[in-house]
């Protein structure tokens, strides 16, 4: 047996239907889209959504919610993250980001209450959840609450410097 010898095994090359050959090749006259109209036309199809006349369900139905295009999401840090960090340090995000919590100092993060806190630390964030405050408290430490529009502010400025 040559390559050349080789072939197809039977139904696994389907042949193309040819259409609008006459009325004696069986799909001949409206090449088997039935009668005229729009969807005997070639090109775009029906648009599911239109109704023909009457109101949309779209428009129907009432506005509900909102979601915003630029969403704030925030980085999520835990207590228990912050055991890297001394005693008596200061938690910001430029520390935060040496240390492999957060991967940019100028995204918002947050602080959540998992886990325990057993020494005081200065924890500078965008937001702290009541659990969270309550343990820093606890420990000893201070929390400091950073503006974003003032971020936002001086980022603008130093965006203009770099110009």
């Given amino acids: 047996m040559q390559i050349h010898d080789i ?3 039977k139904g696994a090359r389907k042949r193309k239907r040819i259409v ?6 069986g799909s001949g006259k409206t090449s088997g889209r039935g009668q005229t109209g729009q969807k005997s036309r070639a090109g775009r199809g029906m648009i599911n959504s239109l109704e023909g006349g ?3 369900l779209i428009r129907r139905l009432p506005k509900v ?3 915003s295009k630029r969403p704030m999401i925030y980085k999520i840090i835990k207590l228990s993250d912050l055991a890297k960090f001394k005693a008596g340090d200061i938690v910001d995000a430029q520390s935060l980001k040496t240390n492999g919590l957060i991967k940019s100092i100028y995204r918002p993060y ?9 020494y005081a630390l200065t924890i500078k964030a965008y937001g ?3 659990s969270a405050a309550e343990k820093i408290t606890k420990a000893g430490g201070q ?9 936002k502010a001086t980022q603008a400025k130093e965006q203009d410097k770099n110009k």
Wanted: glycine share 14%.
């Fill in 7 to 9: 072939k197809a095994p």
């Fill in 110 to 118: 947050k602080v959540l209450g998992n886990g325990e806190i057993k």
């Fill in 54 to 56: 009457q109101m949309p």
């Fill in 143 to 151: 929390m400091e609450t950073i503006d974003r529009k003032a971020v």
């Fill in 128 to 130: 702290f959840s009541k």
């Fill in 65 to 67: 919610g909102f979601r």
């Fill in 20 to 25: 609008g050959r006459g009325p004696s090749s």
